[in-house]
T-cell receptor, first 112, second 113 residues
Framework: GQQLNQSPQSMFIQEGEDVSMNCTSSSIFNTWLWYKQDPGEGPVLLIALYKAGELTSNGRLTAQFGITRKDSFLNISASIPSDVGIYFCAGRLTGTASKLTFGTGTRLQVTL | EAEVAQSPRYKITEKSQAVAFWCDPISGHATLYWYRQILGQGPELLVQFQDESVVDDSQLPKDRFSAERLKGVDSTLKIQPAELGDSAMYLC???????????FGPGTRLLVL
């Protein structure tokens, strides 16, 4: 099935650094979601975006719904060790009621 | 805090055997989803229920996979016979209704030998 393109695929950063990742698609989405998945667990919703251009924050996390509606960005400021995990974007295509399409994931490693 | 429950958390089986996974959604959630997540990839939808009815099973390999949600509450996903390529994490999610935020369970990790 279709998956969104996420980049980078993996990141190794030092504690305290800021992180940026993005998600792109050739299709237009009307909803963008960002999830975090810890090893052996299910994804947990971090941020939901519903309007083009929308910028939403959740603590140290900030996500944006791209103007073209074909991309989204997630930033994490001042990373800490518990930020380690895999970050997935997910989108809902225009015209589909609820089906989510997930990205390929960005694996984040934080070193002390 | 209400959570989606799944069992078992881990399952090892031999190919050609039958396996079944169970999911109990958050109370009151009408929509239930089963996803398959292959290692290194994002989840992919297998089947979506609205109450007891299937609304999308277009990606479910129906020759070997079946899913039911008889009373519109908990759900079972079955694979018979299991194949090596079925090794993956099987995730269940629920939402209050179609189109609303999906909440995921911890998943069942399946290994087929």
């Amino acid at each position: 099935g279709q998956q969104l393109n996420q980049s980078p695929q993996s990141m190794f950063i030092q504690e305290g650094e800021d992180v940026s990742m993005n998600c792109t698609s050739s299709s237009i989405f009307n909803t963008w979601l960002w999830y975090k998945q810890d090893p052996g667990e299910g994804p947990v919703l971090l941020i939901a975006l519903y309007k083009a251009g929308e910028l939403t924050s959740n603590g140290r996390l900030t996500a944006q719904f791209g103007i073209t509606r074909k991309d989204s960005f997630l930033n994490i400021s001042a990373s800490i060790p518990s930020d380690v995990g895999i970050y997935f974007c997910a989108g809902r295509l225009t015209g589909t009621a609820s089906k989510l399409t997930f990205g390929t994931g960005t694996r984040l490693q934080v070193t002390l | 805090e209400a959570e989606v429950a799944q069992s078992p958390r881990y399952k090892i089986t031999e190919k050609s055997q039958a396996v079944a996974f169970w999911c109990d959604p958050i109370s009151g959630h009408a929509t239930l989803y089963w996803y398959r997540q292959i290692l290194g990839q994002g989840p992919e939808l297998l089947v979506q229920f609205q109450d007891e009815s299937v609304v999308d099973d277009s990606q479910l390999p129906k020759d070997r996979f079946s899913a039911e949600r008889l009373k519109g509450v908990d759900s079972t996903l079955k694979i018979q016979p299991a194949e090596l390529g079925d090794s993956a994490m099987y995730l269940c999610a629920s939402s209050p209704s179609s189109g609303e935020t999906q909440y995921f369970g911890p998943g069942t990790r399946l290994l087929v030998l």
